[in-house]
């Protein structure tokens, strides 16, 4: 942040993602150096105020935190978040609350050995950002991708997948809509119901192999999902108080 603005960060929570708005110029330039482990910020805007917050420990020392946050998305199979700017001294961050691309998703659960850079990368395959071509080689020699530039995608049947595994990942995409369908038969039997309610309906139902976190942003993104689709309505703009009701159509 830079304090010579005497500006505000203001933080805008949506129904599928969160925005965060921060003045000053997003210092690294690319958020991809930033990413590796070794990775050293190359100056603070104001050098004592920087070692005054490390001495109290409100700022890390080795510049994890945006690392952080990403490896939280990856492990909650989410994509990453996405740094810009809205103007020339100000940085955007949008963090992700659903799923974009189901291949995207599977391929972060059958190898969460994947190091950062590398979901990185097929994060960018998947929101259709240009690779360089030595990122594409580095997607393409783990058969993670398909196509060729520009016209890639996320493979949907990753190198070394089992057809056990390809036959099990298409009936869990058959399964959302069953788990979707049972979320709209309660709202037509309760009239009403918060997301607390939809996770006791589903969790049990969810499969085994989910953590309870998992099982959680699943029912979350069914959630997402039918908003979008015009099924269900929140009865109120409060988000934290209000609860989901099927539309009039």
């Given at each position: ?52 917050m490390?001495?109290i ?13 990403f ?26 609350g ?26 960018q ?9 030595e990122?594409?080689?580095r ?15 996320v ?62 942003n ?28 099927l539309?009039?159509?």
């Open positions: 942040m830079d304090y010579t603005q005497g500006g505000r960060i203001y933080v805008d929570e949506f129904e599928d993602h969160f925005l965060v708005q921060n003045p000053g110029a997003f210092l690294p330039g690319d958020v991809f150096p930033v990413l590796s482990p070794g990775y050293n910020a190359p100056y603070y805007r104001n050098p004592l105020l920087a070692e005054a490390t001495r420990n409100m700022i890390d020392t080795i510049t994890m935190g945006i690392r952080k946050v490896k939280i998305q990856q492990e909650r199979l989410f994509p990453m978040p996405d740094y810009f700017s809205l103007r020339p001294d100000s940085t955007s961050v949008k963090v992700y659903e799923t974009l691309d189901v291949n995207y998703t599977y391929m972060l659960y059958d190898h969460p050995e994947y190091e950062i850079e590398t979901v990185f990368l097929l994060d395959v998947q929101k259709h950002q240009p690779l360089s071509k990122q594409y080689r997607l393409r020699s783990l058969g993670t991708i398909k196509g060729r530039i520009p016209n890639i995608y493979s949907p049947e990753p190198a070394g997948l089992s057809n056990e595994r390809i036959q099990d990942t298409e009936s869990e995409v058959m399964d959302d809509q069953f788990y979707m369908d049972m979320i709209i038969d309660y709202l037509k039997q309760w009239e009403k119901g918060k997301r607390i309610d939809f996770i006791n309906l589903l969790s049990g139902k969810l499969p085994s192999a989910l953590s309870d976190k998992q099982k959680v699943k029912v979350r993104n069914f959630l997402a999902v039918l908003h979008r689709r015009g099924v269900i309505e929140r009865d109120g703009n409060n988000q934290r108080i209000s609860s989901w009701r539309t009039k159509q």
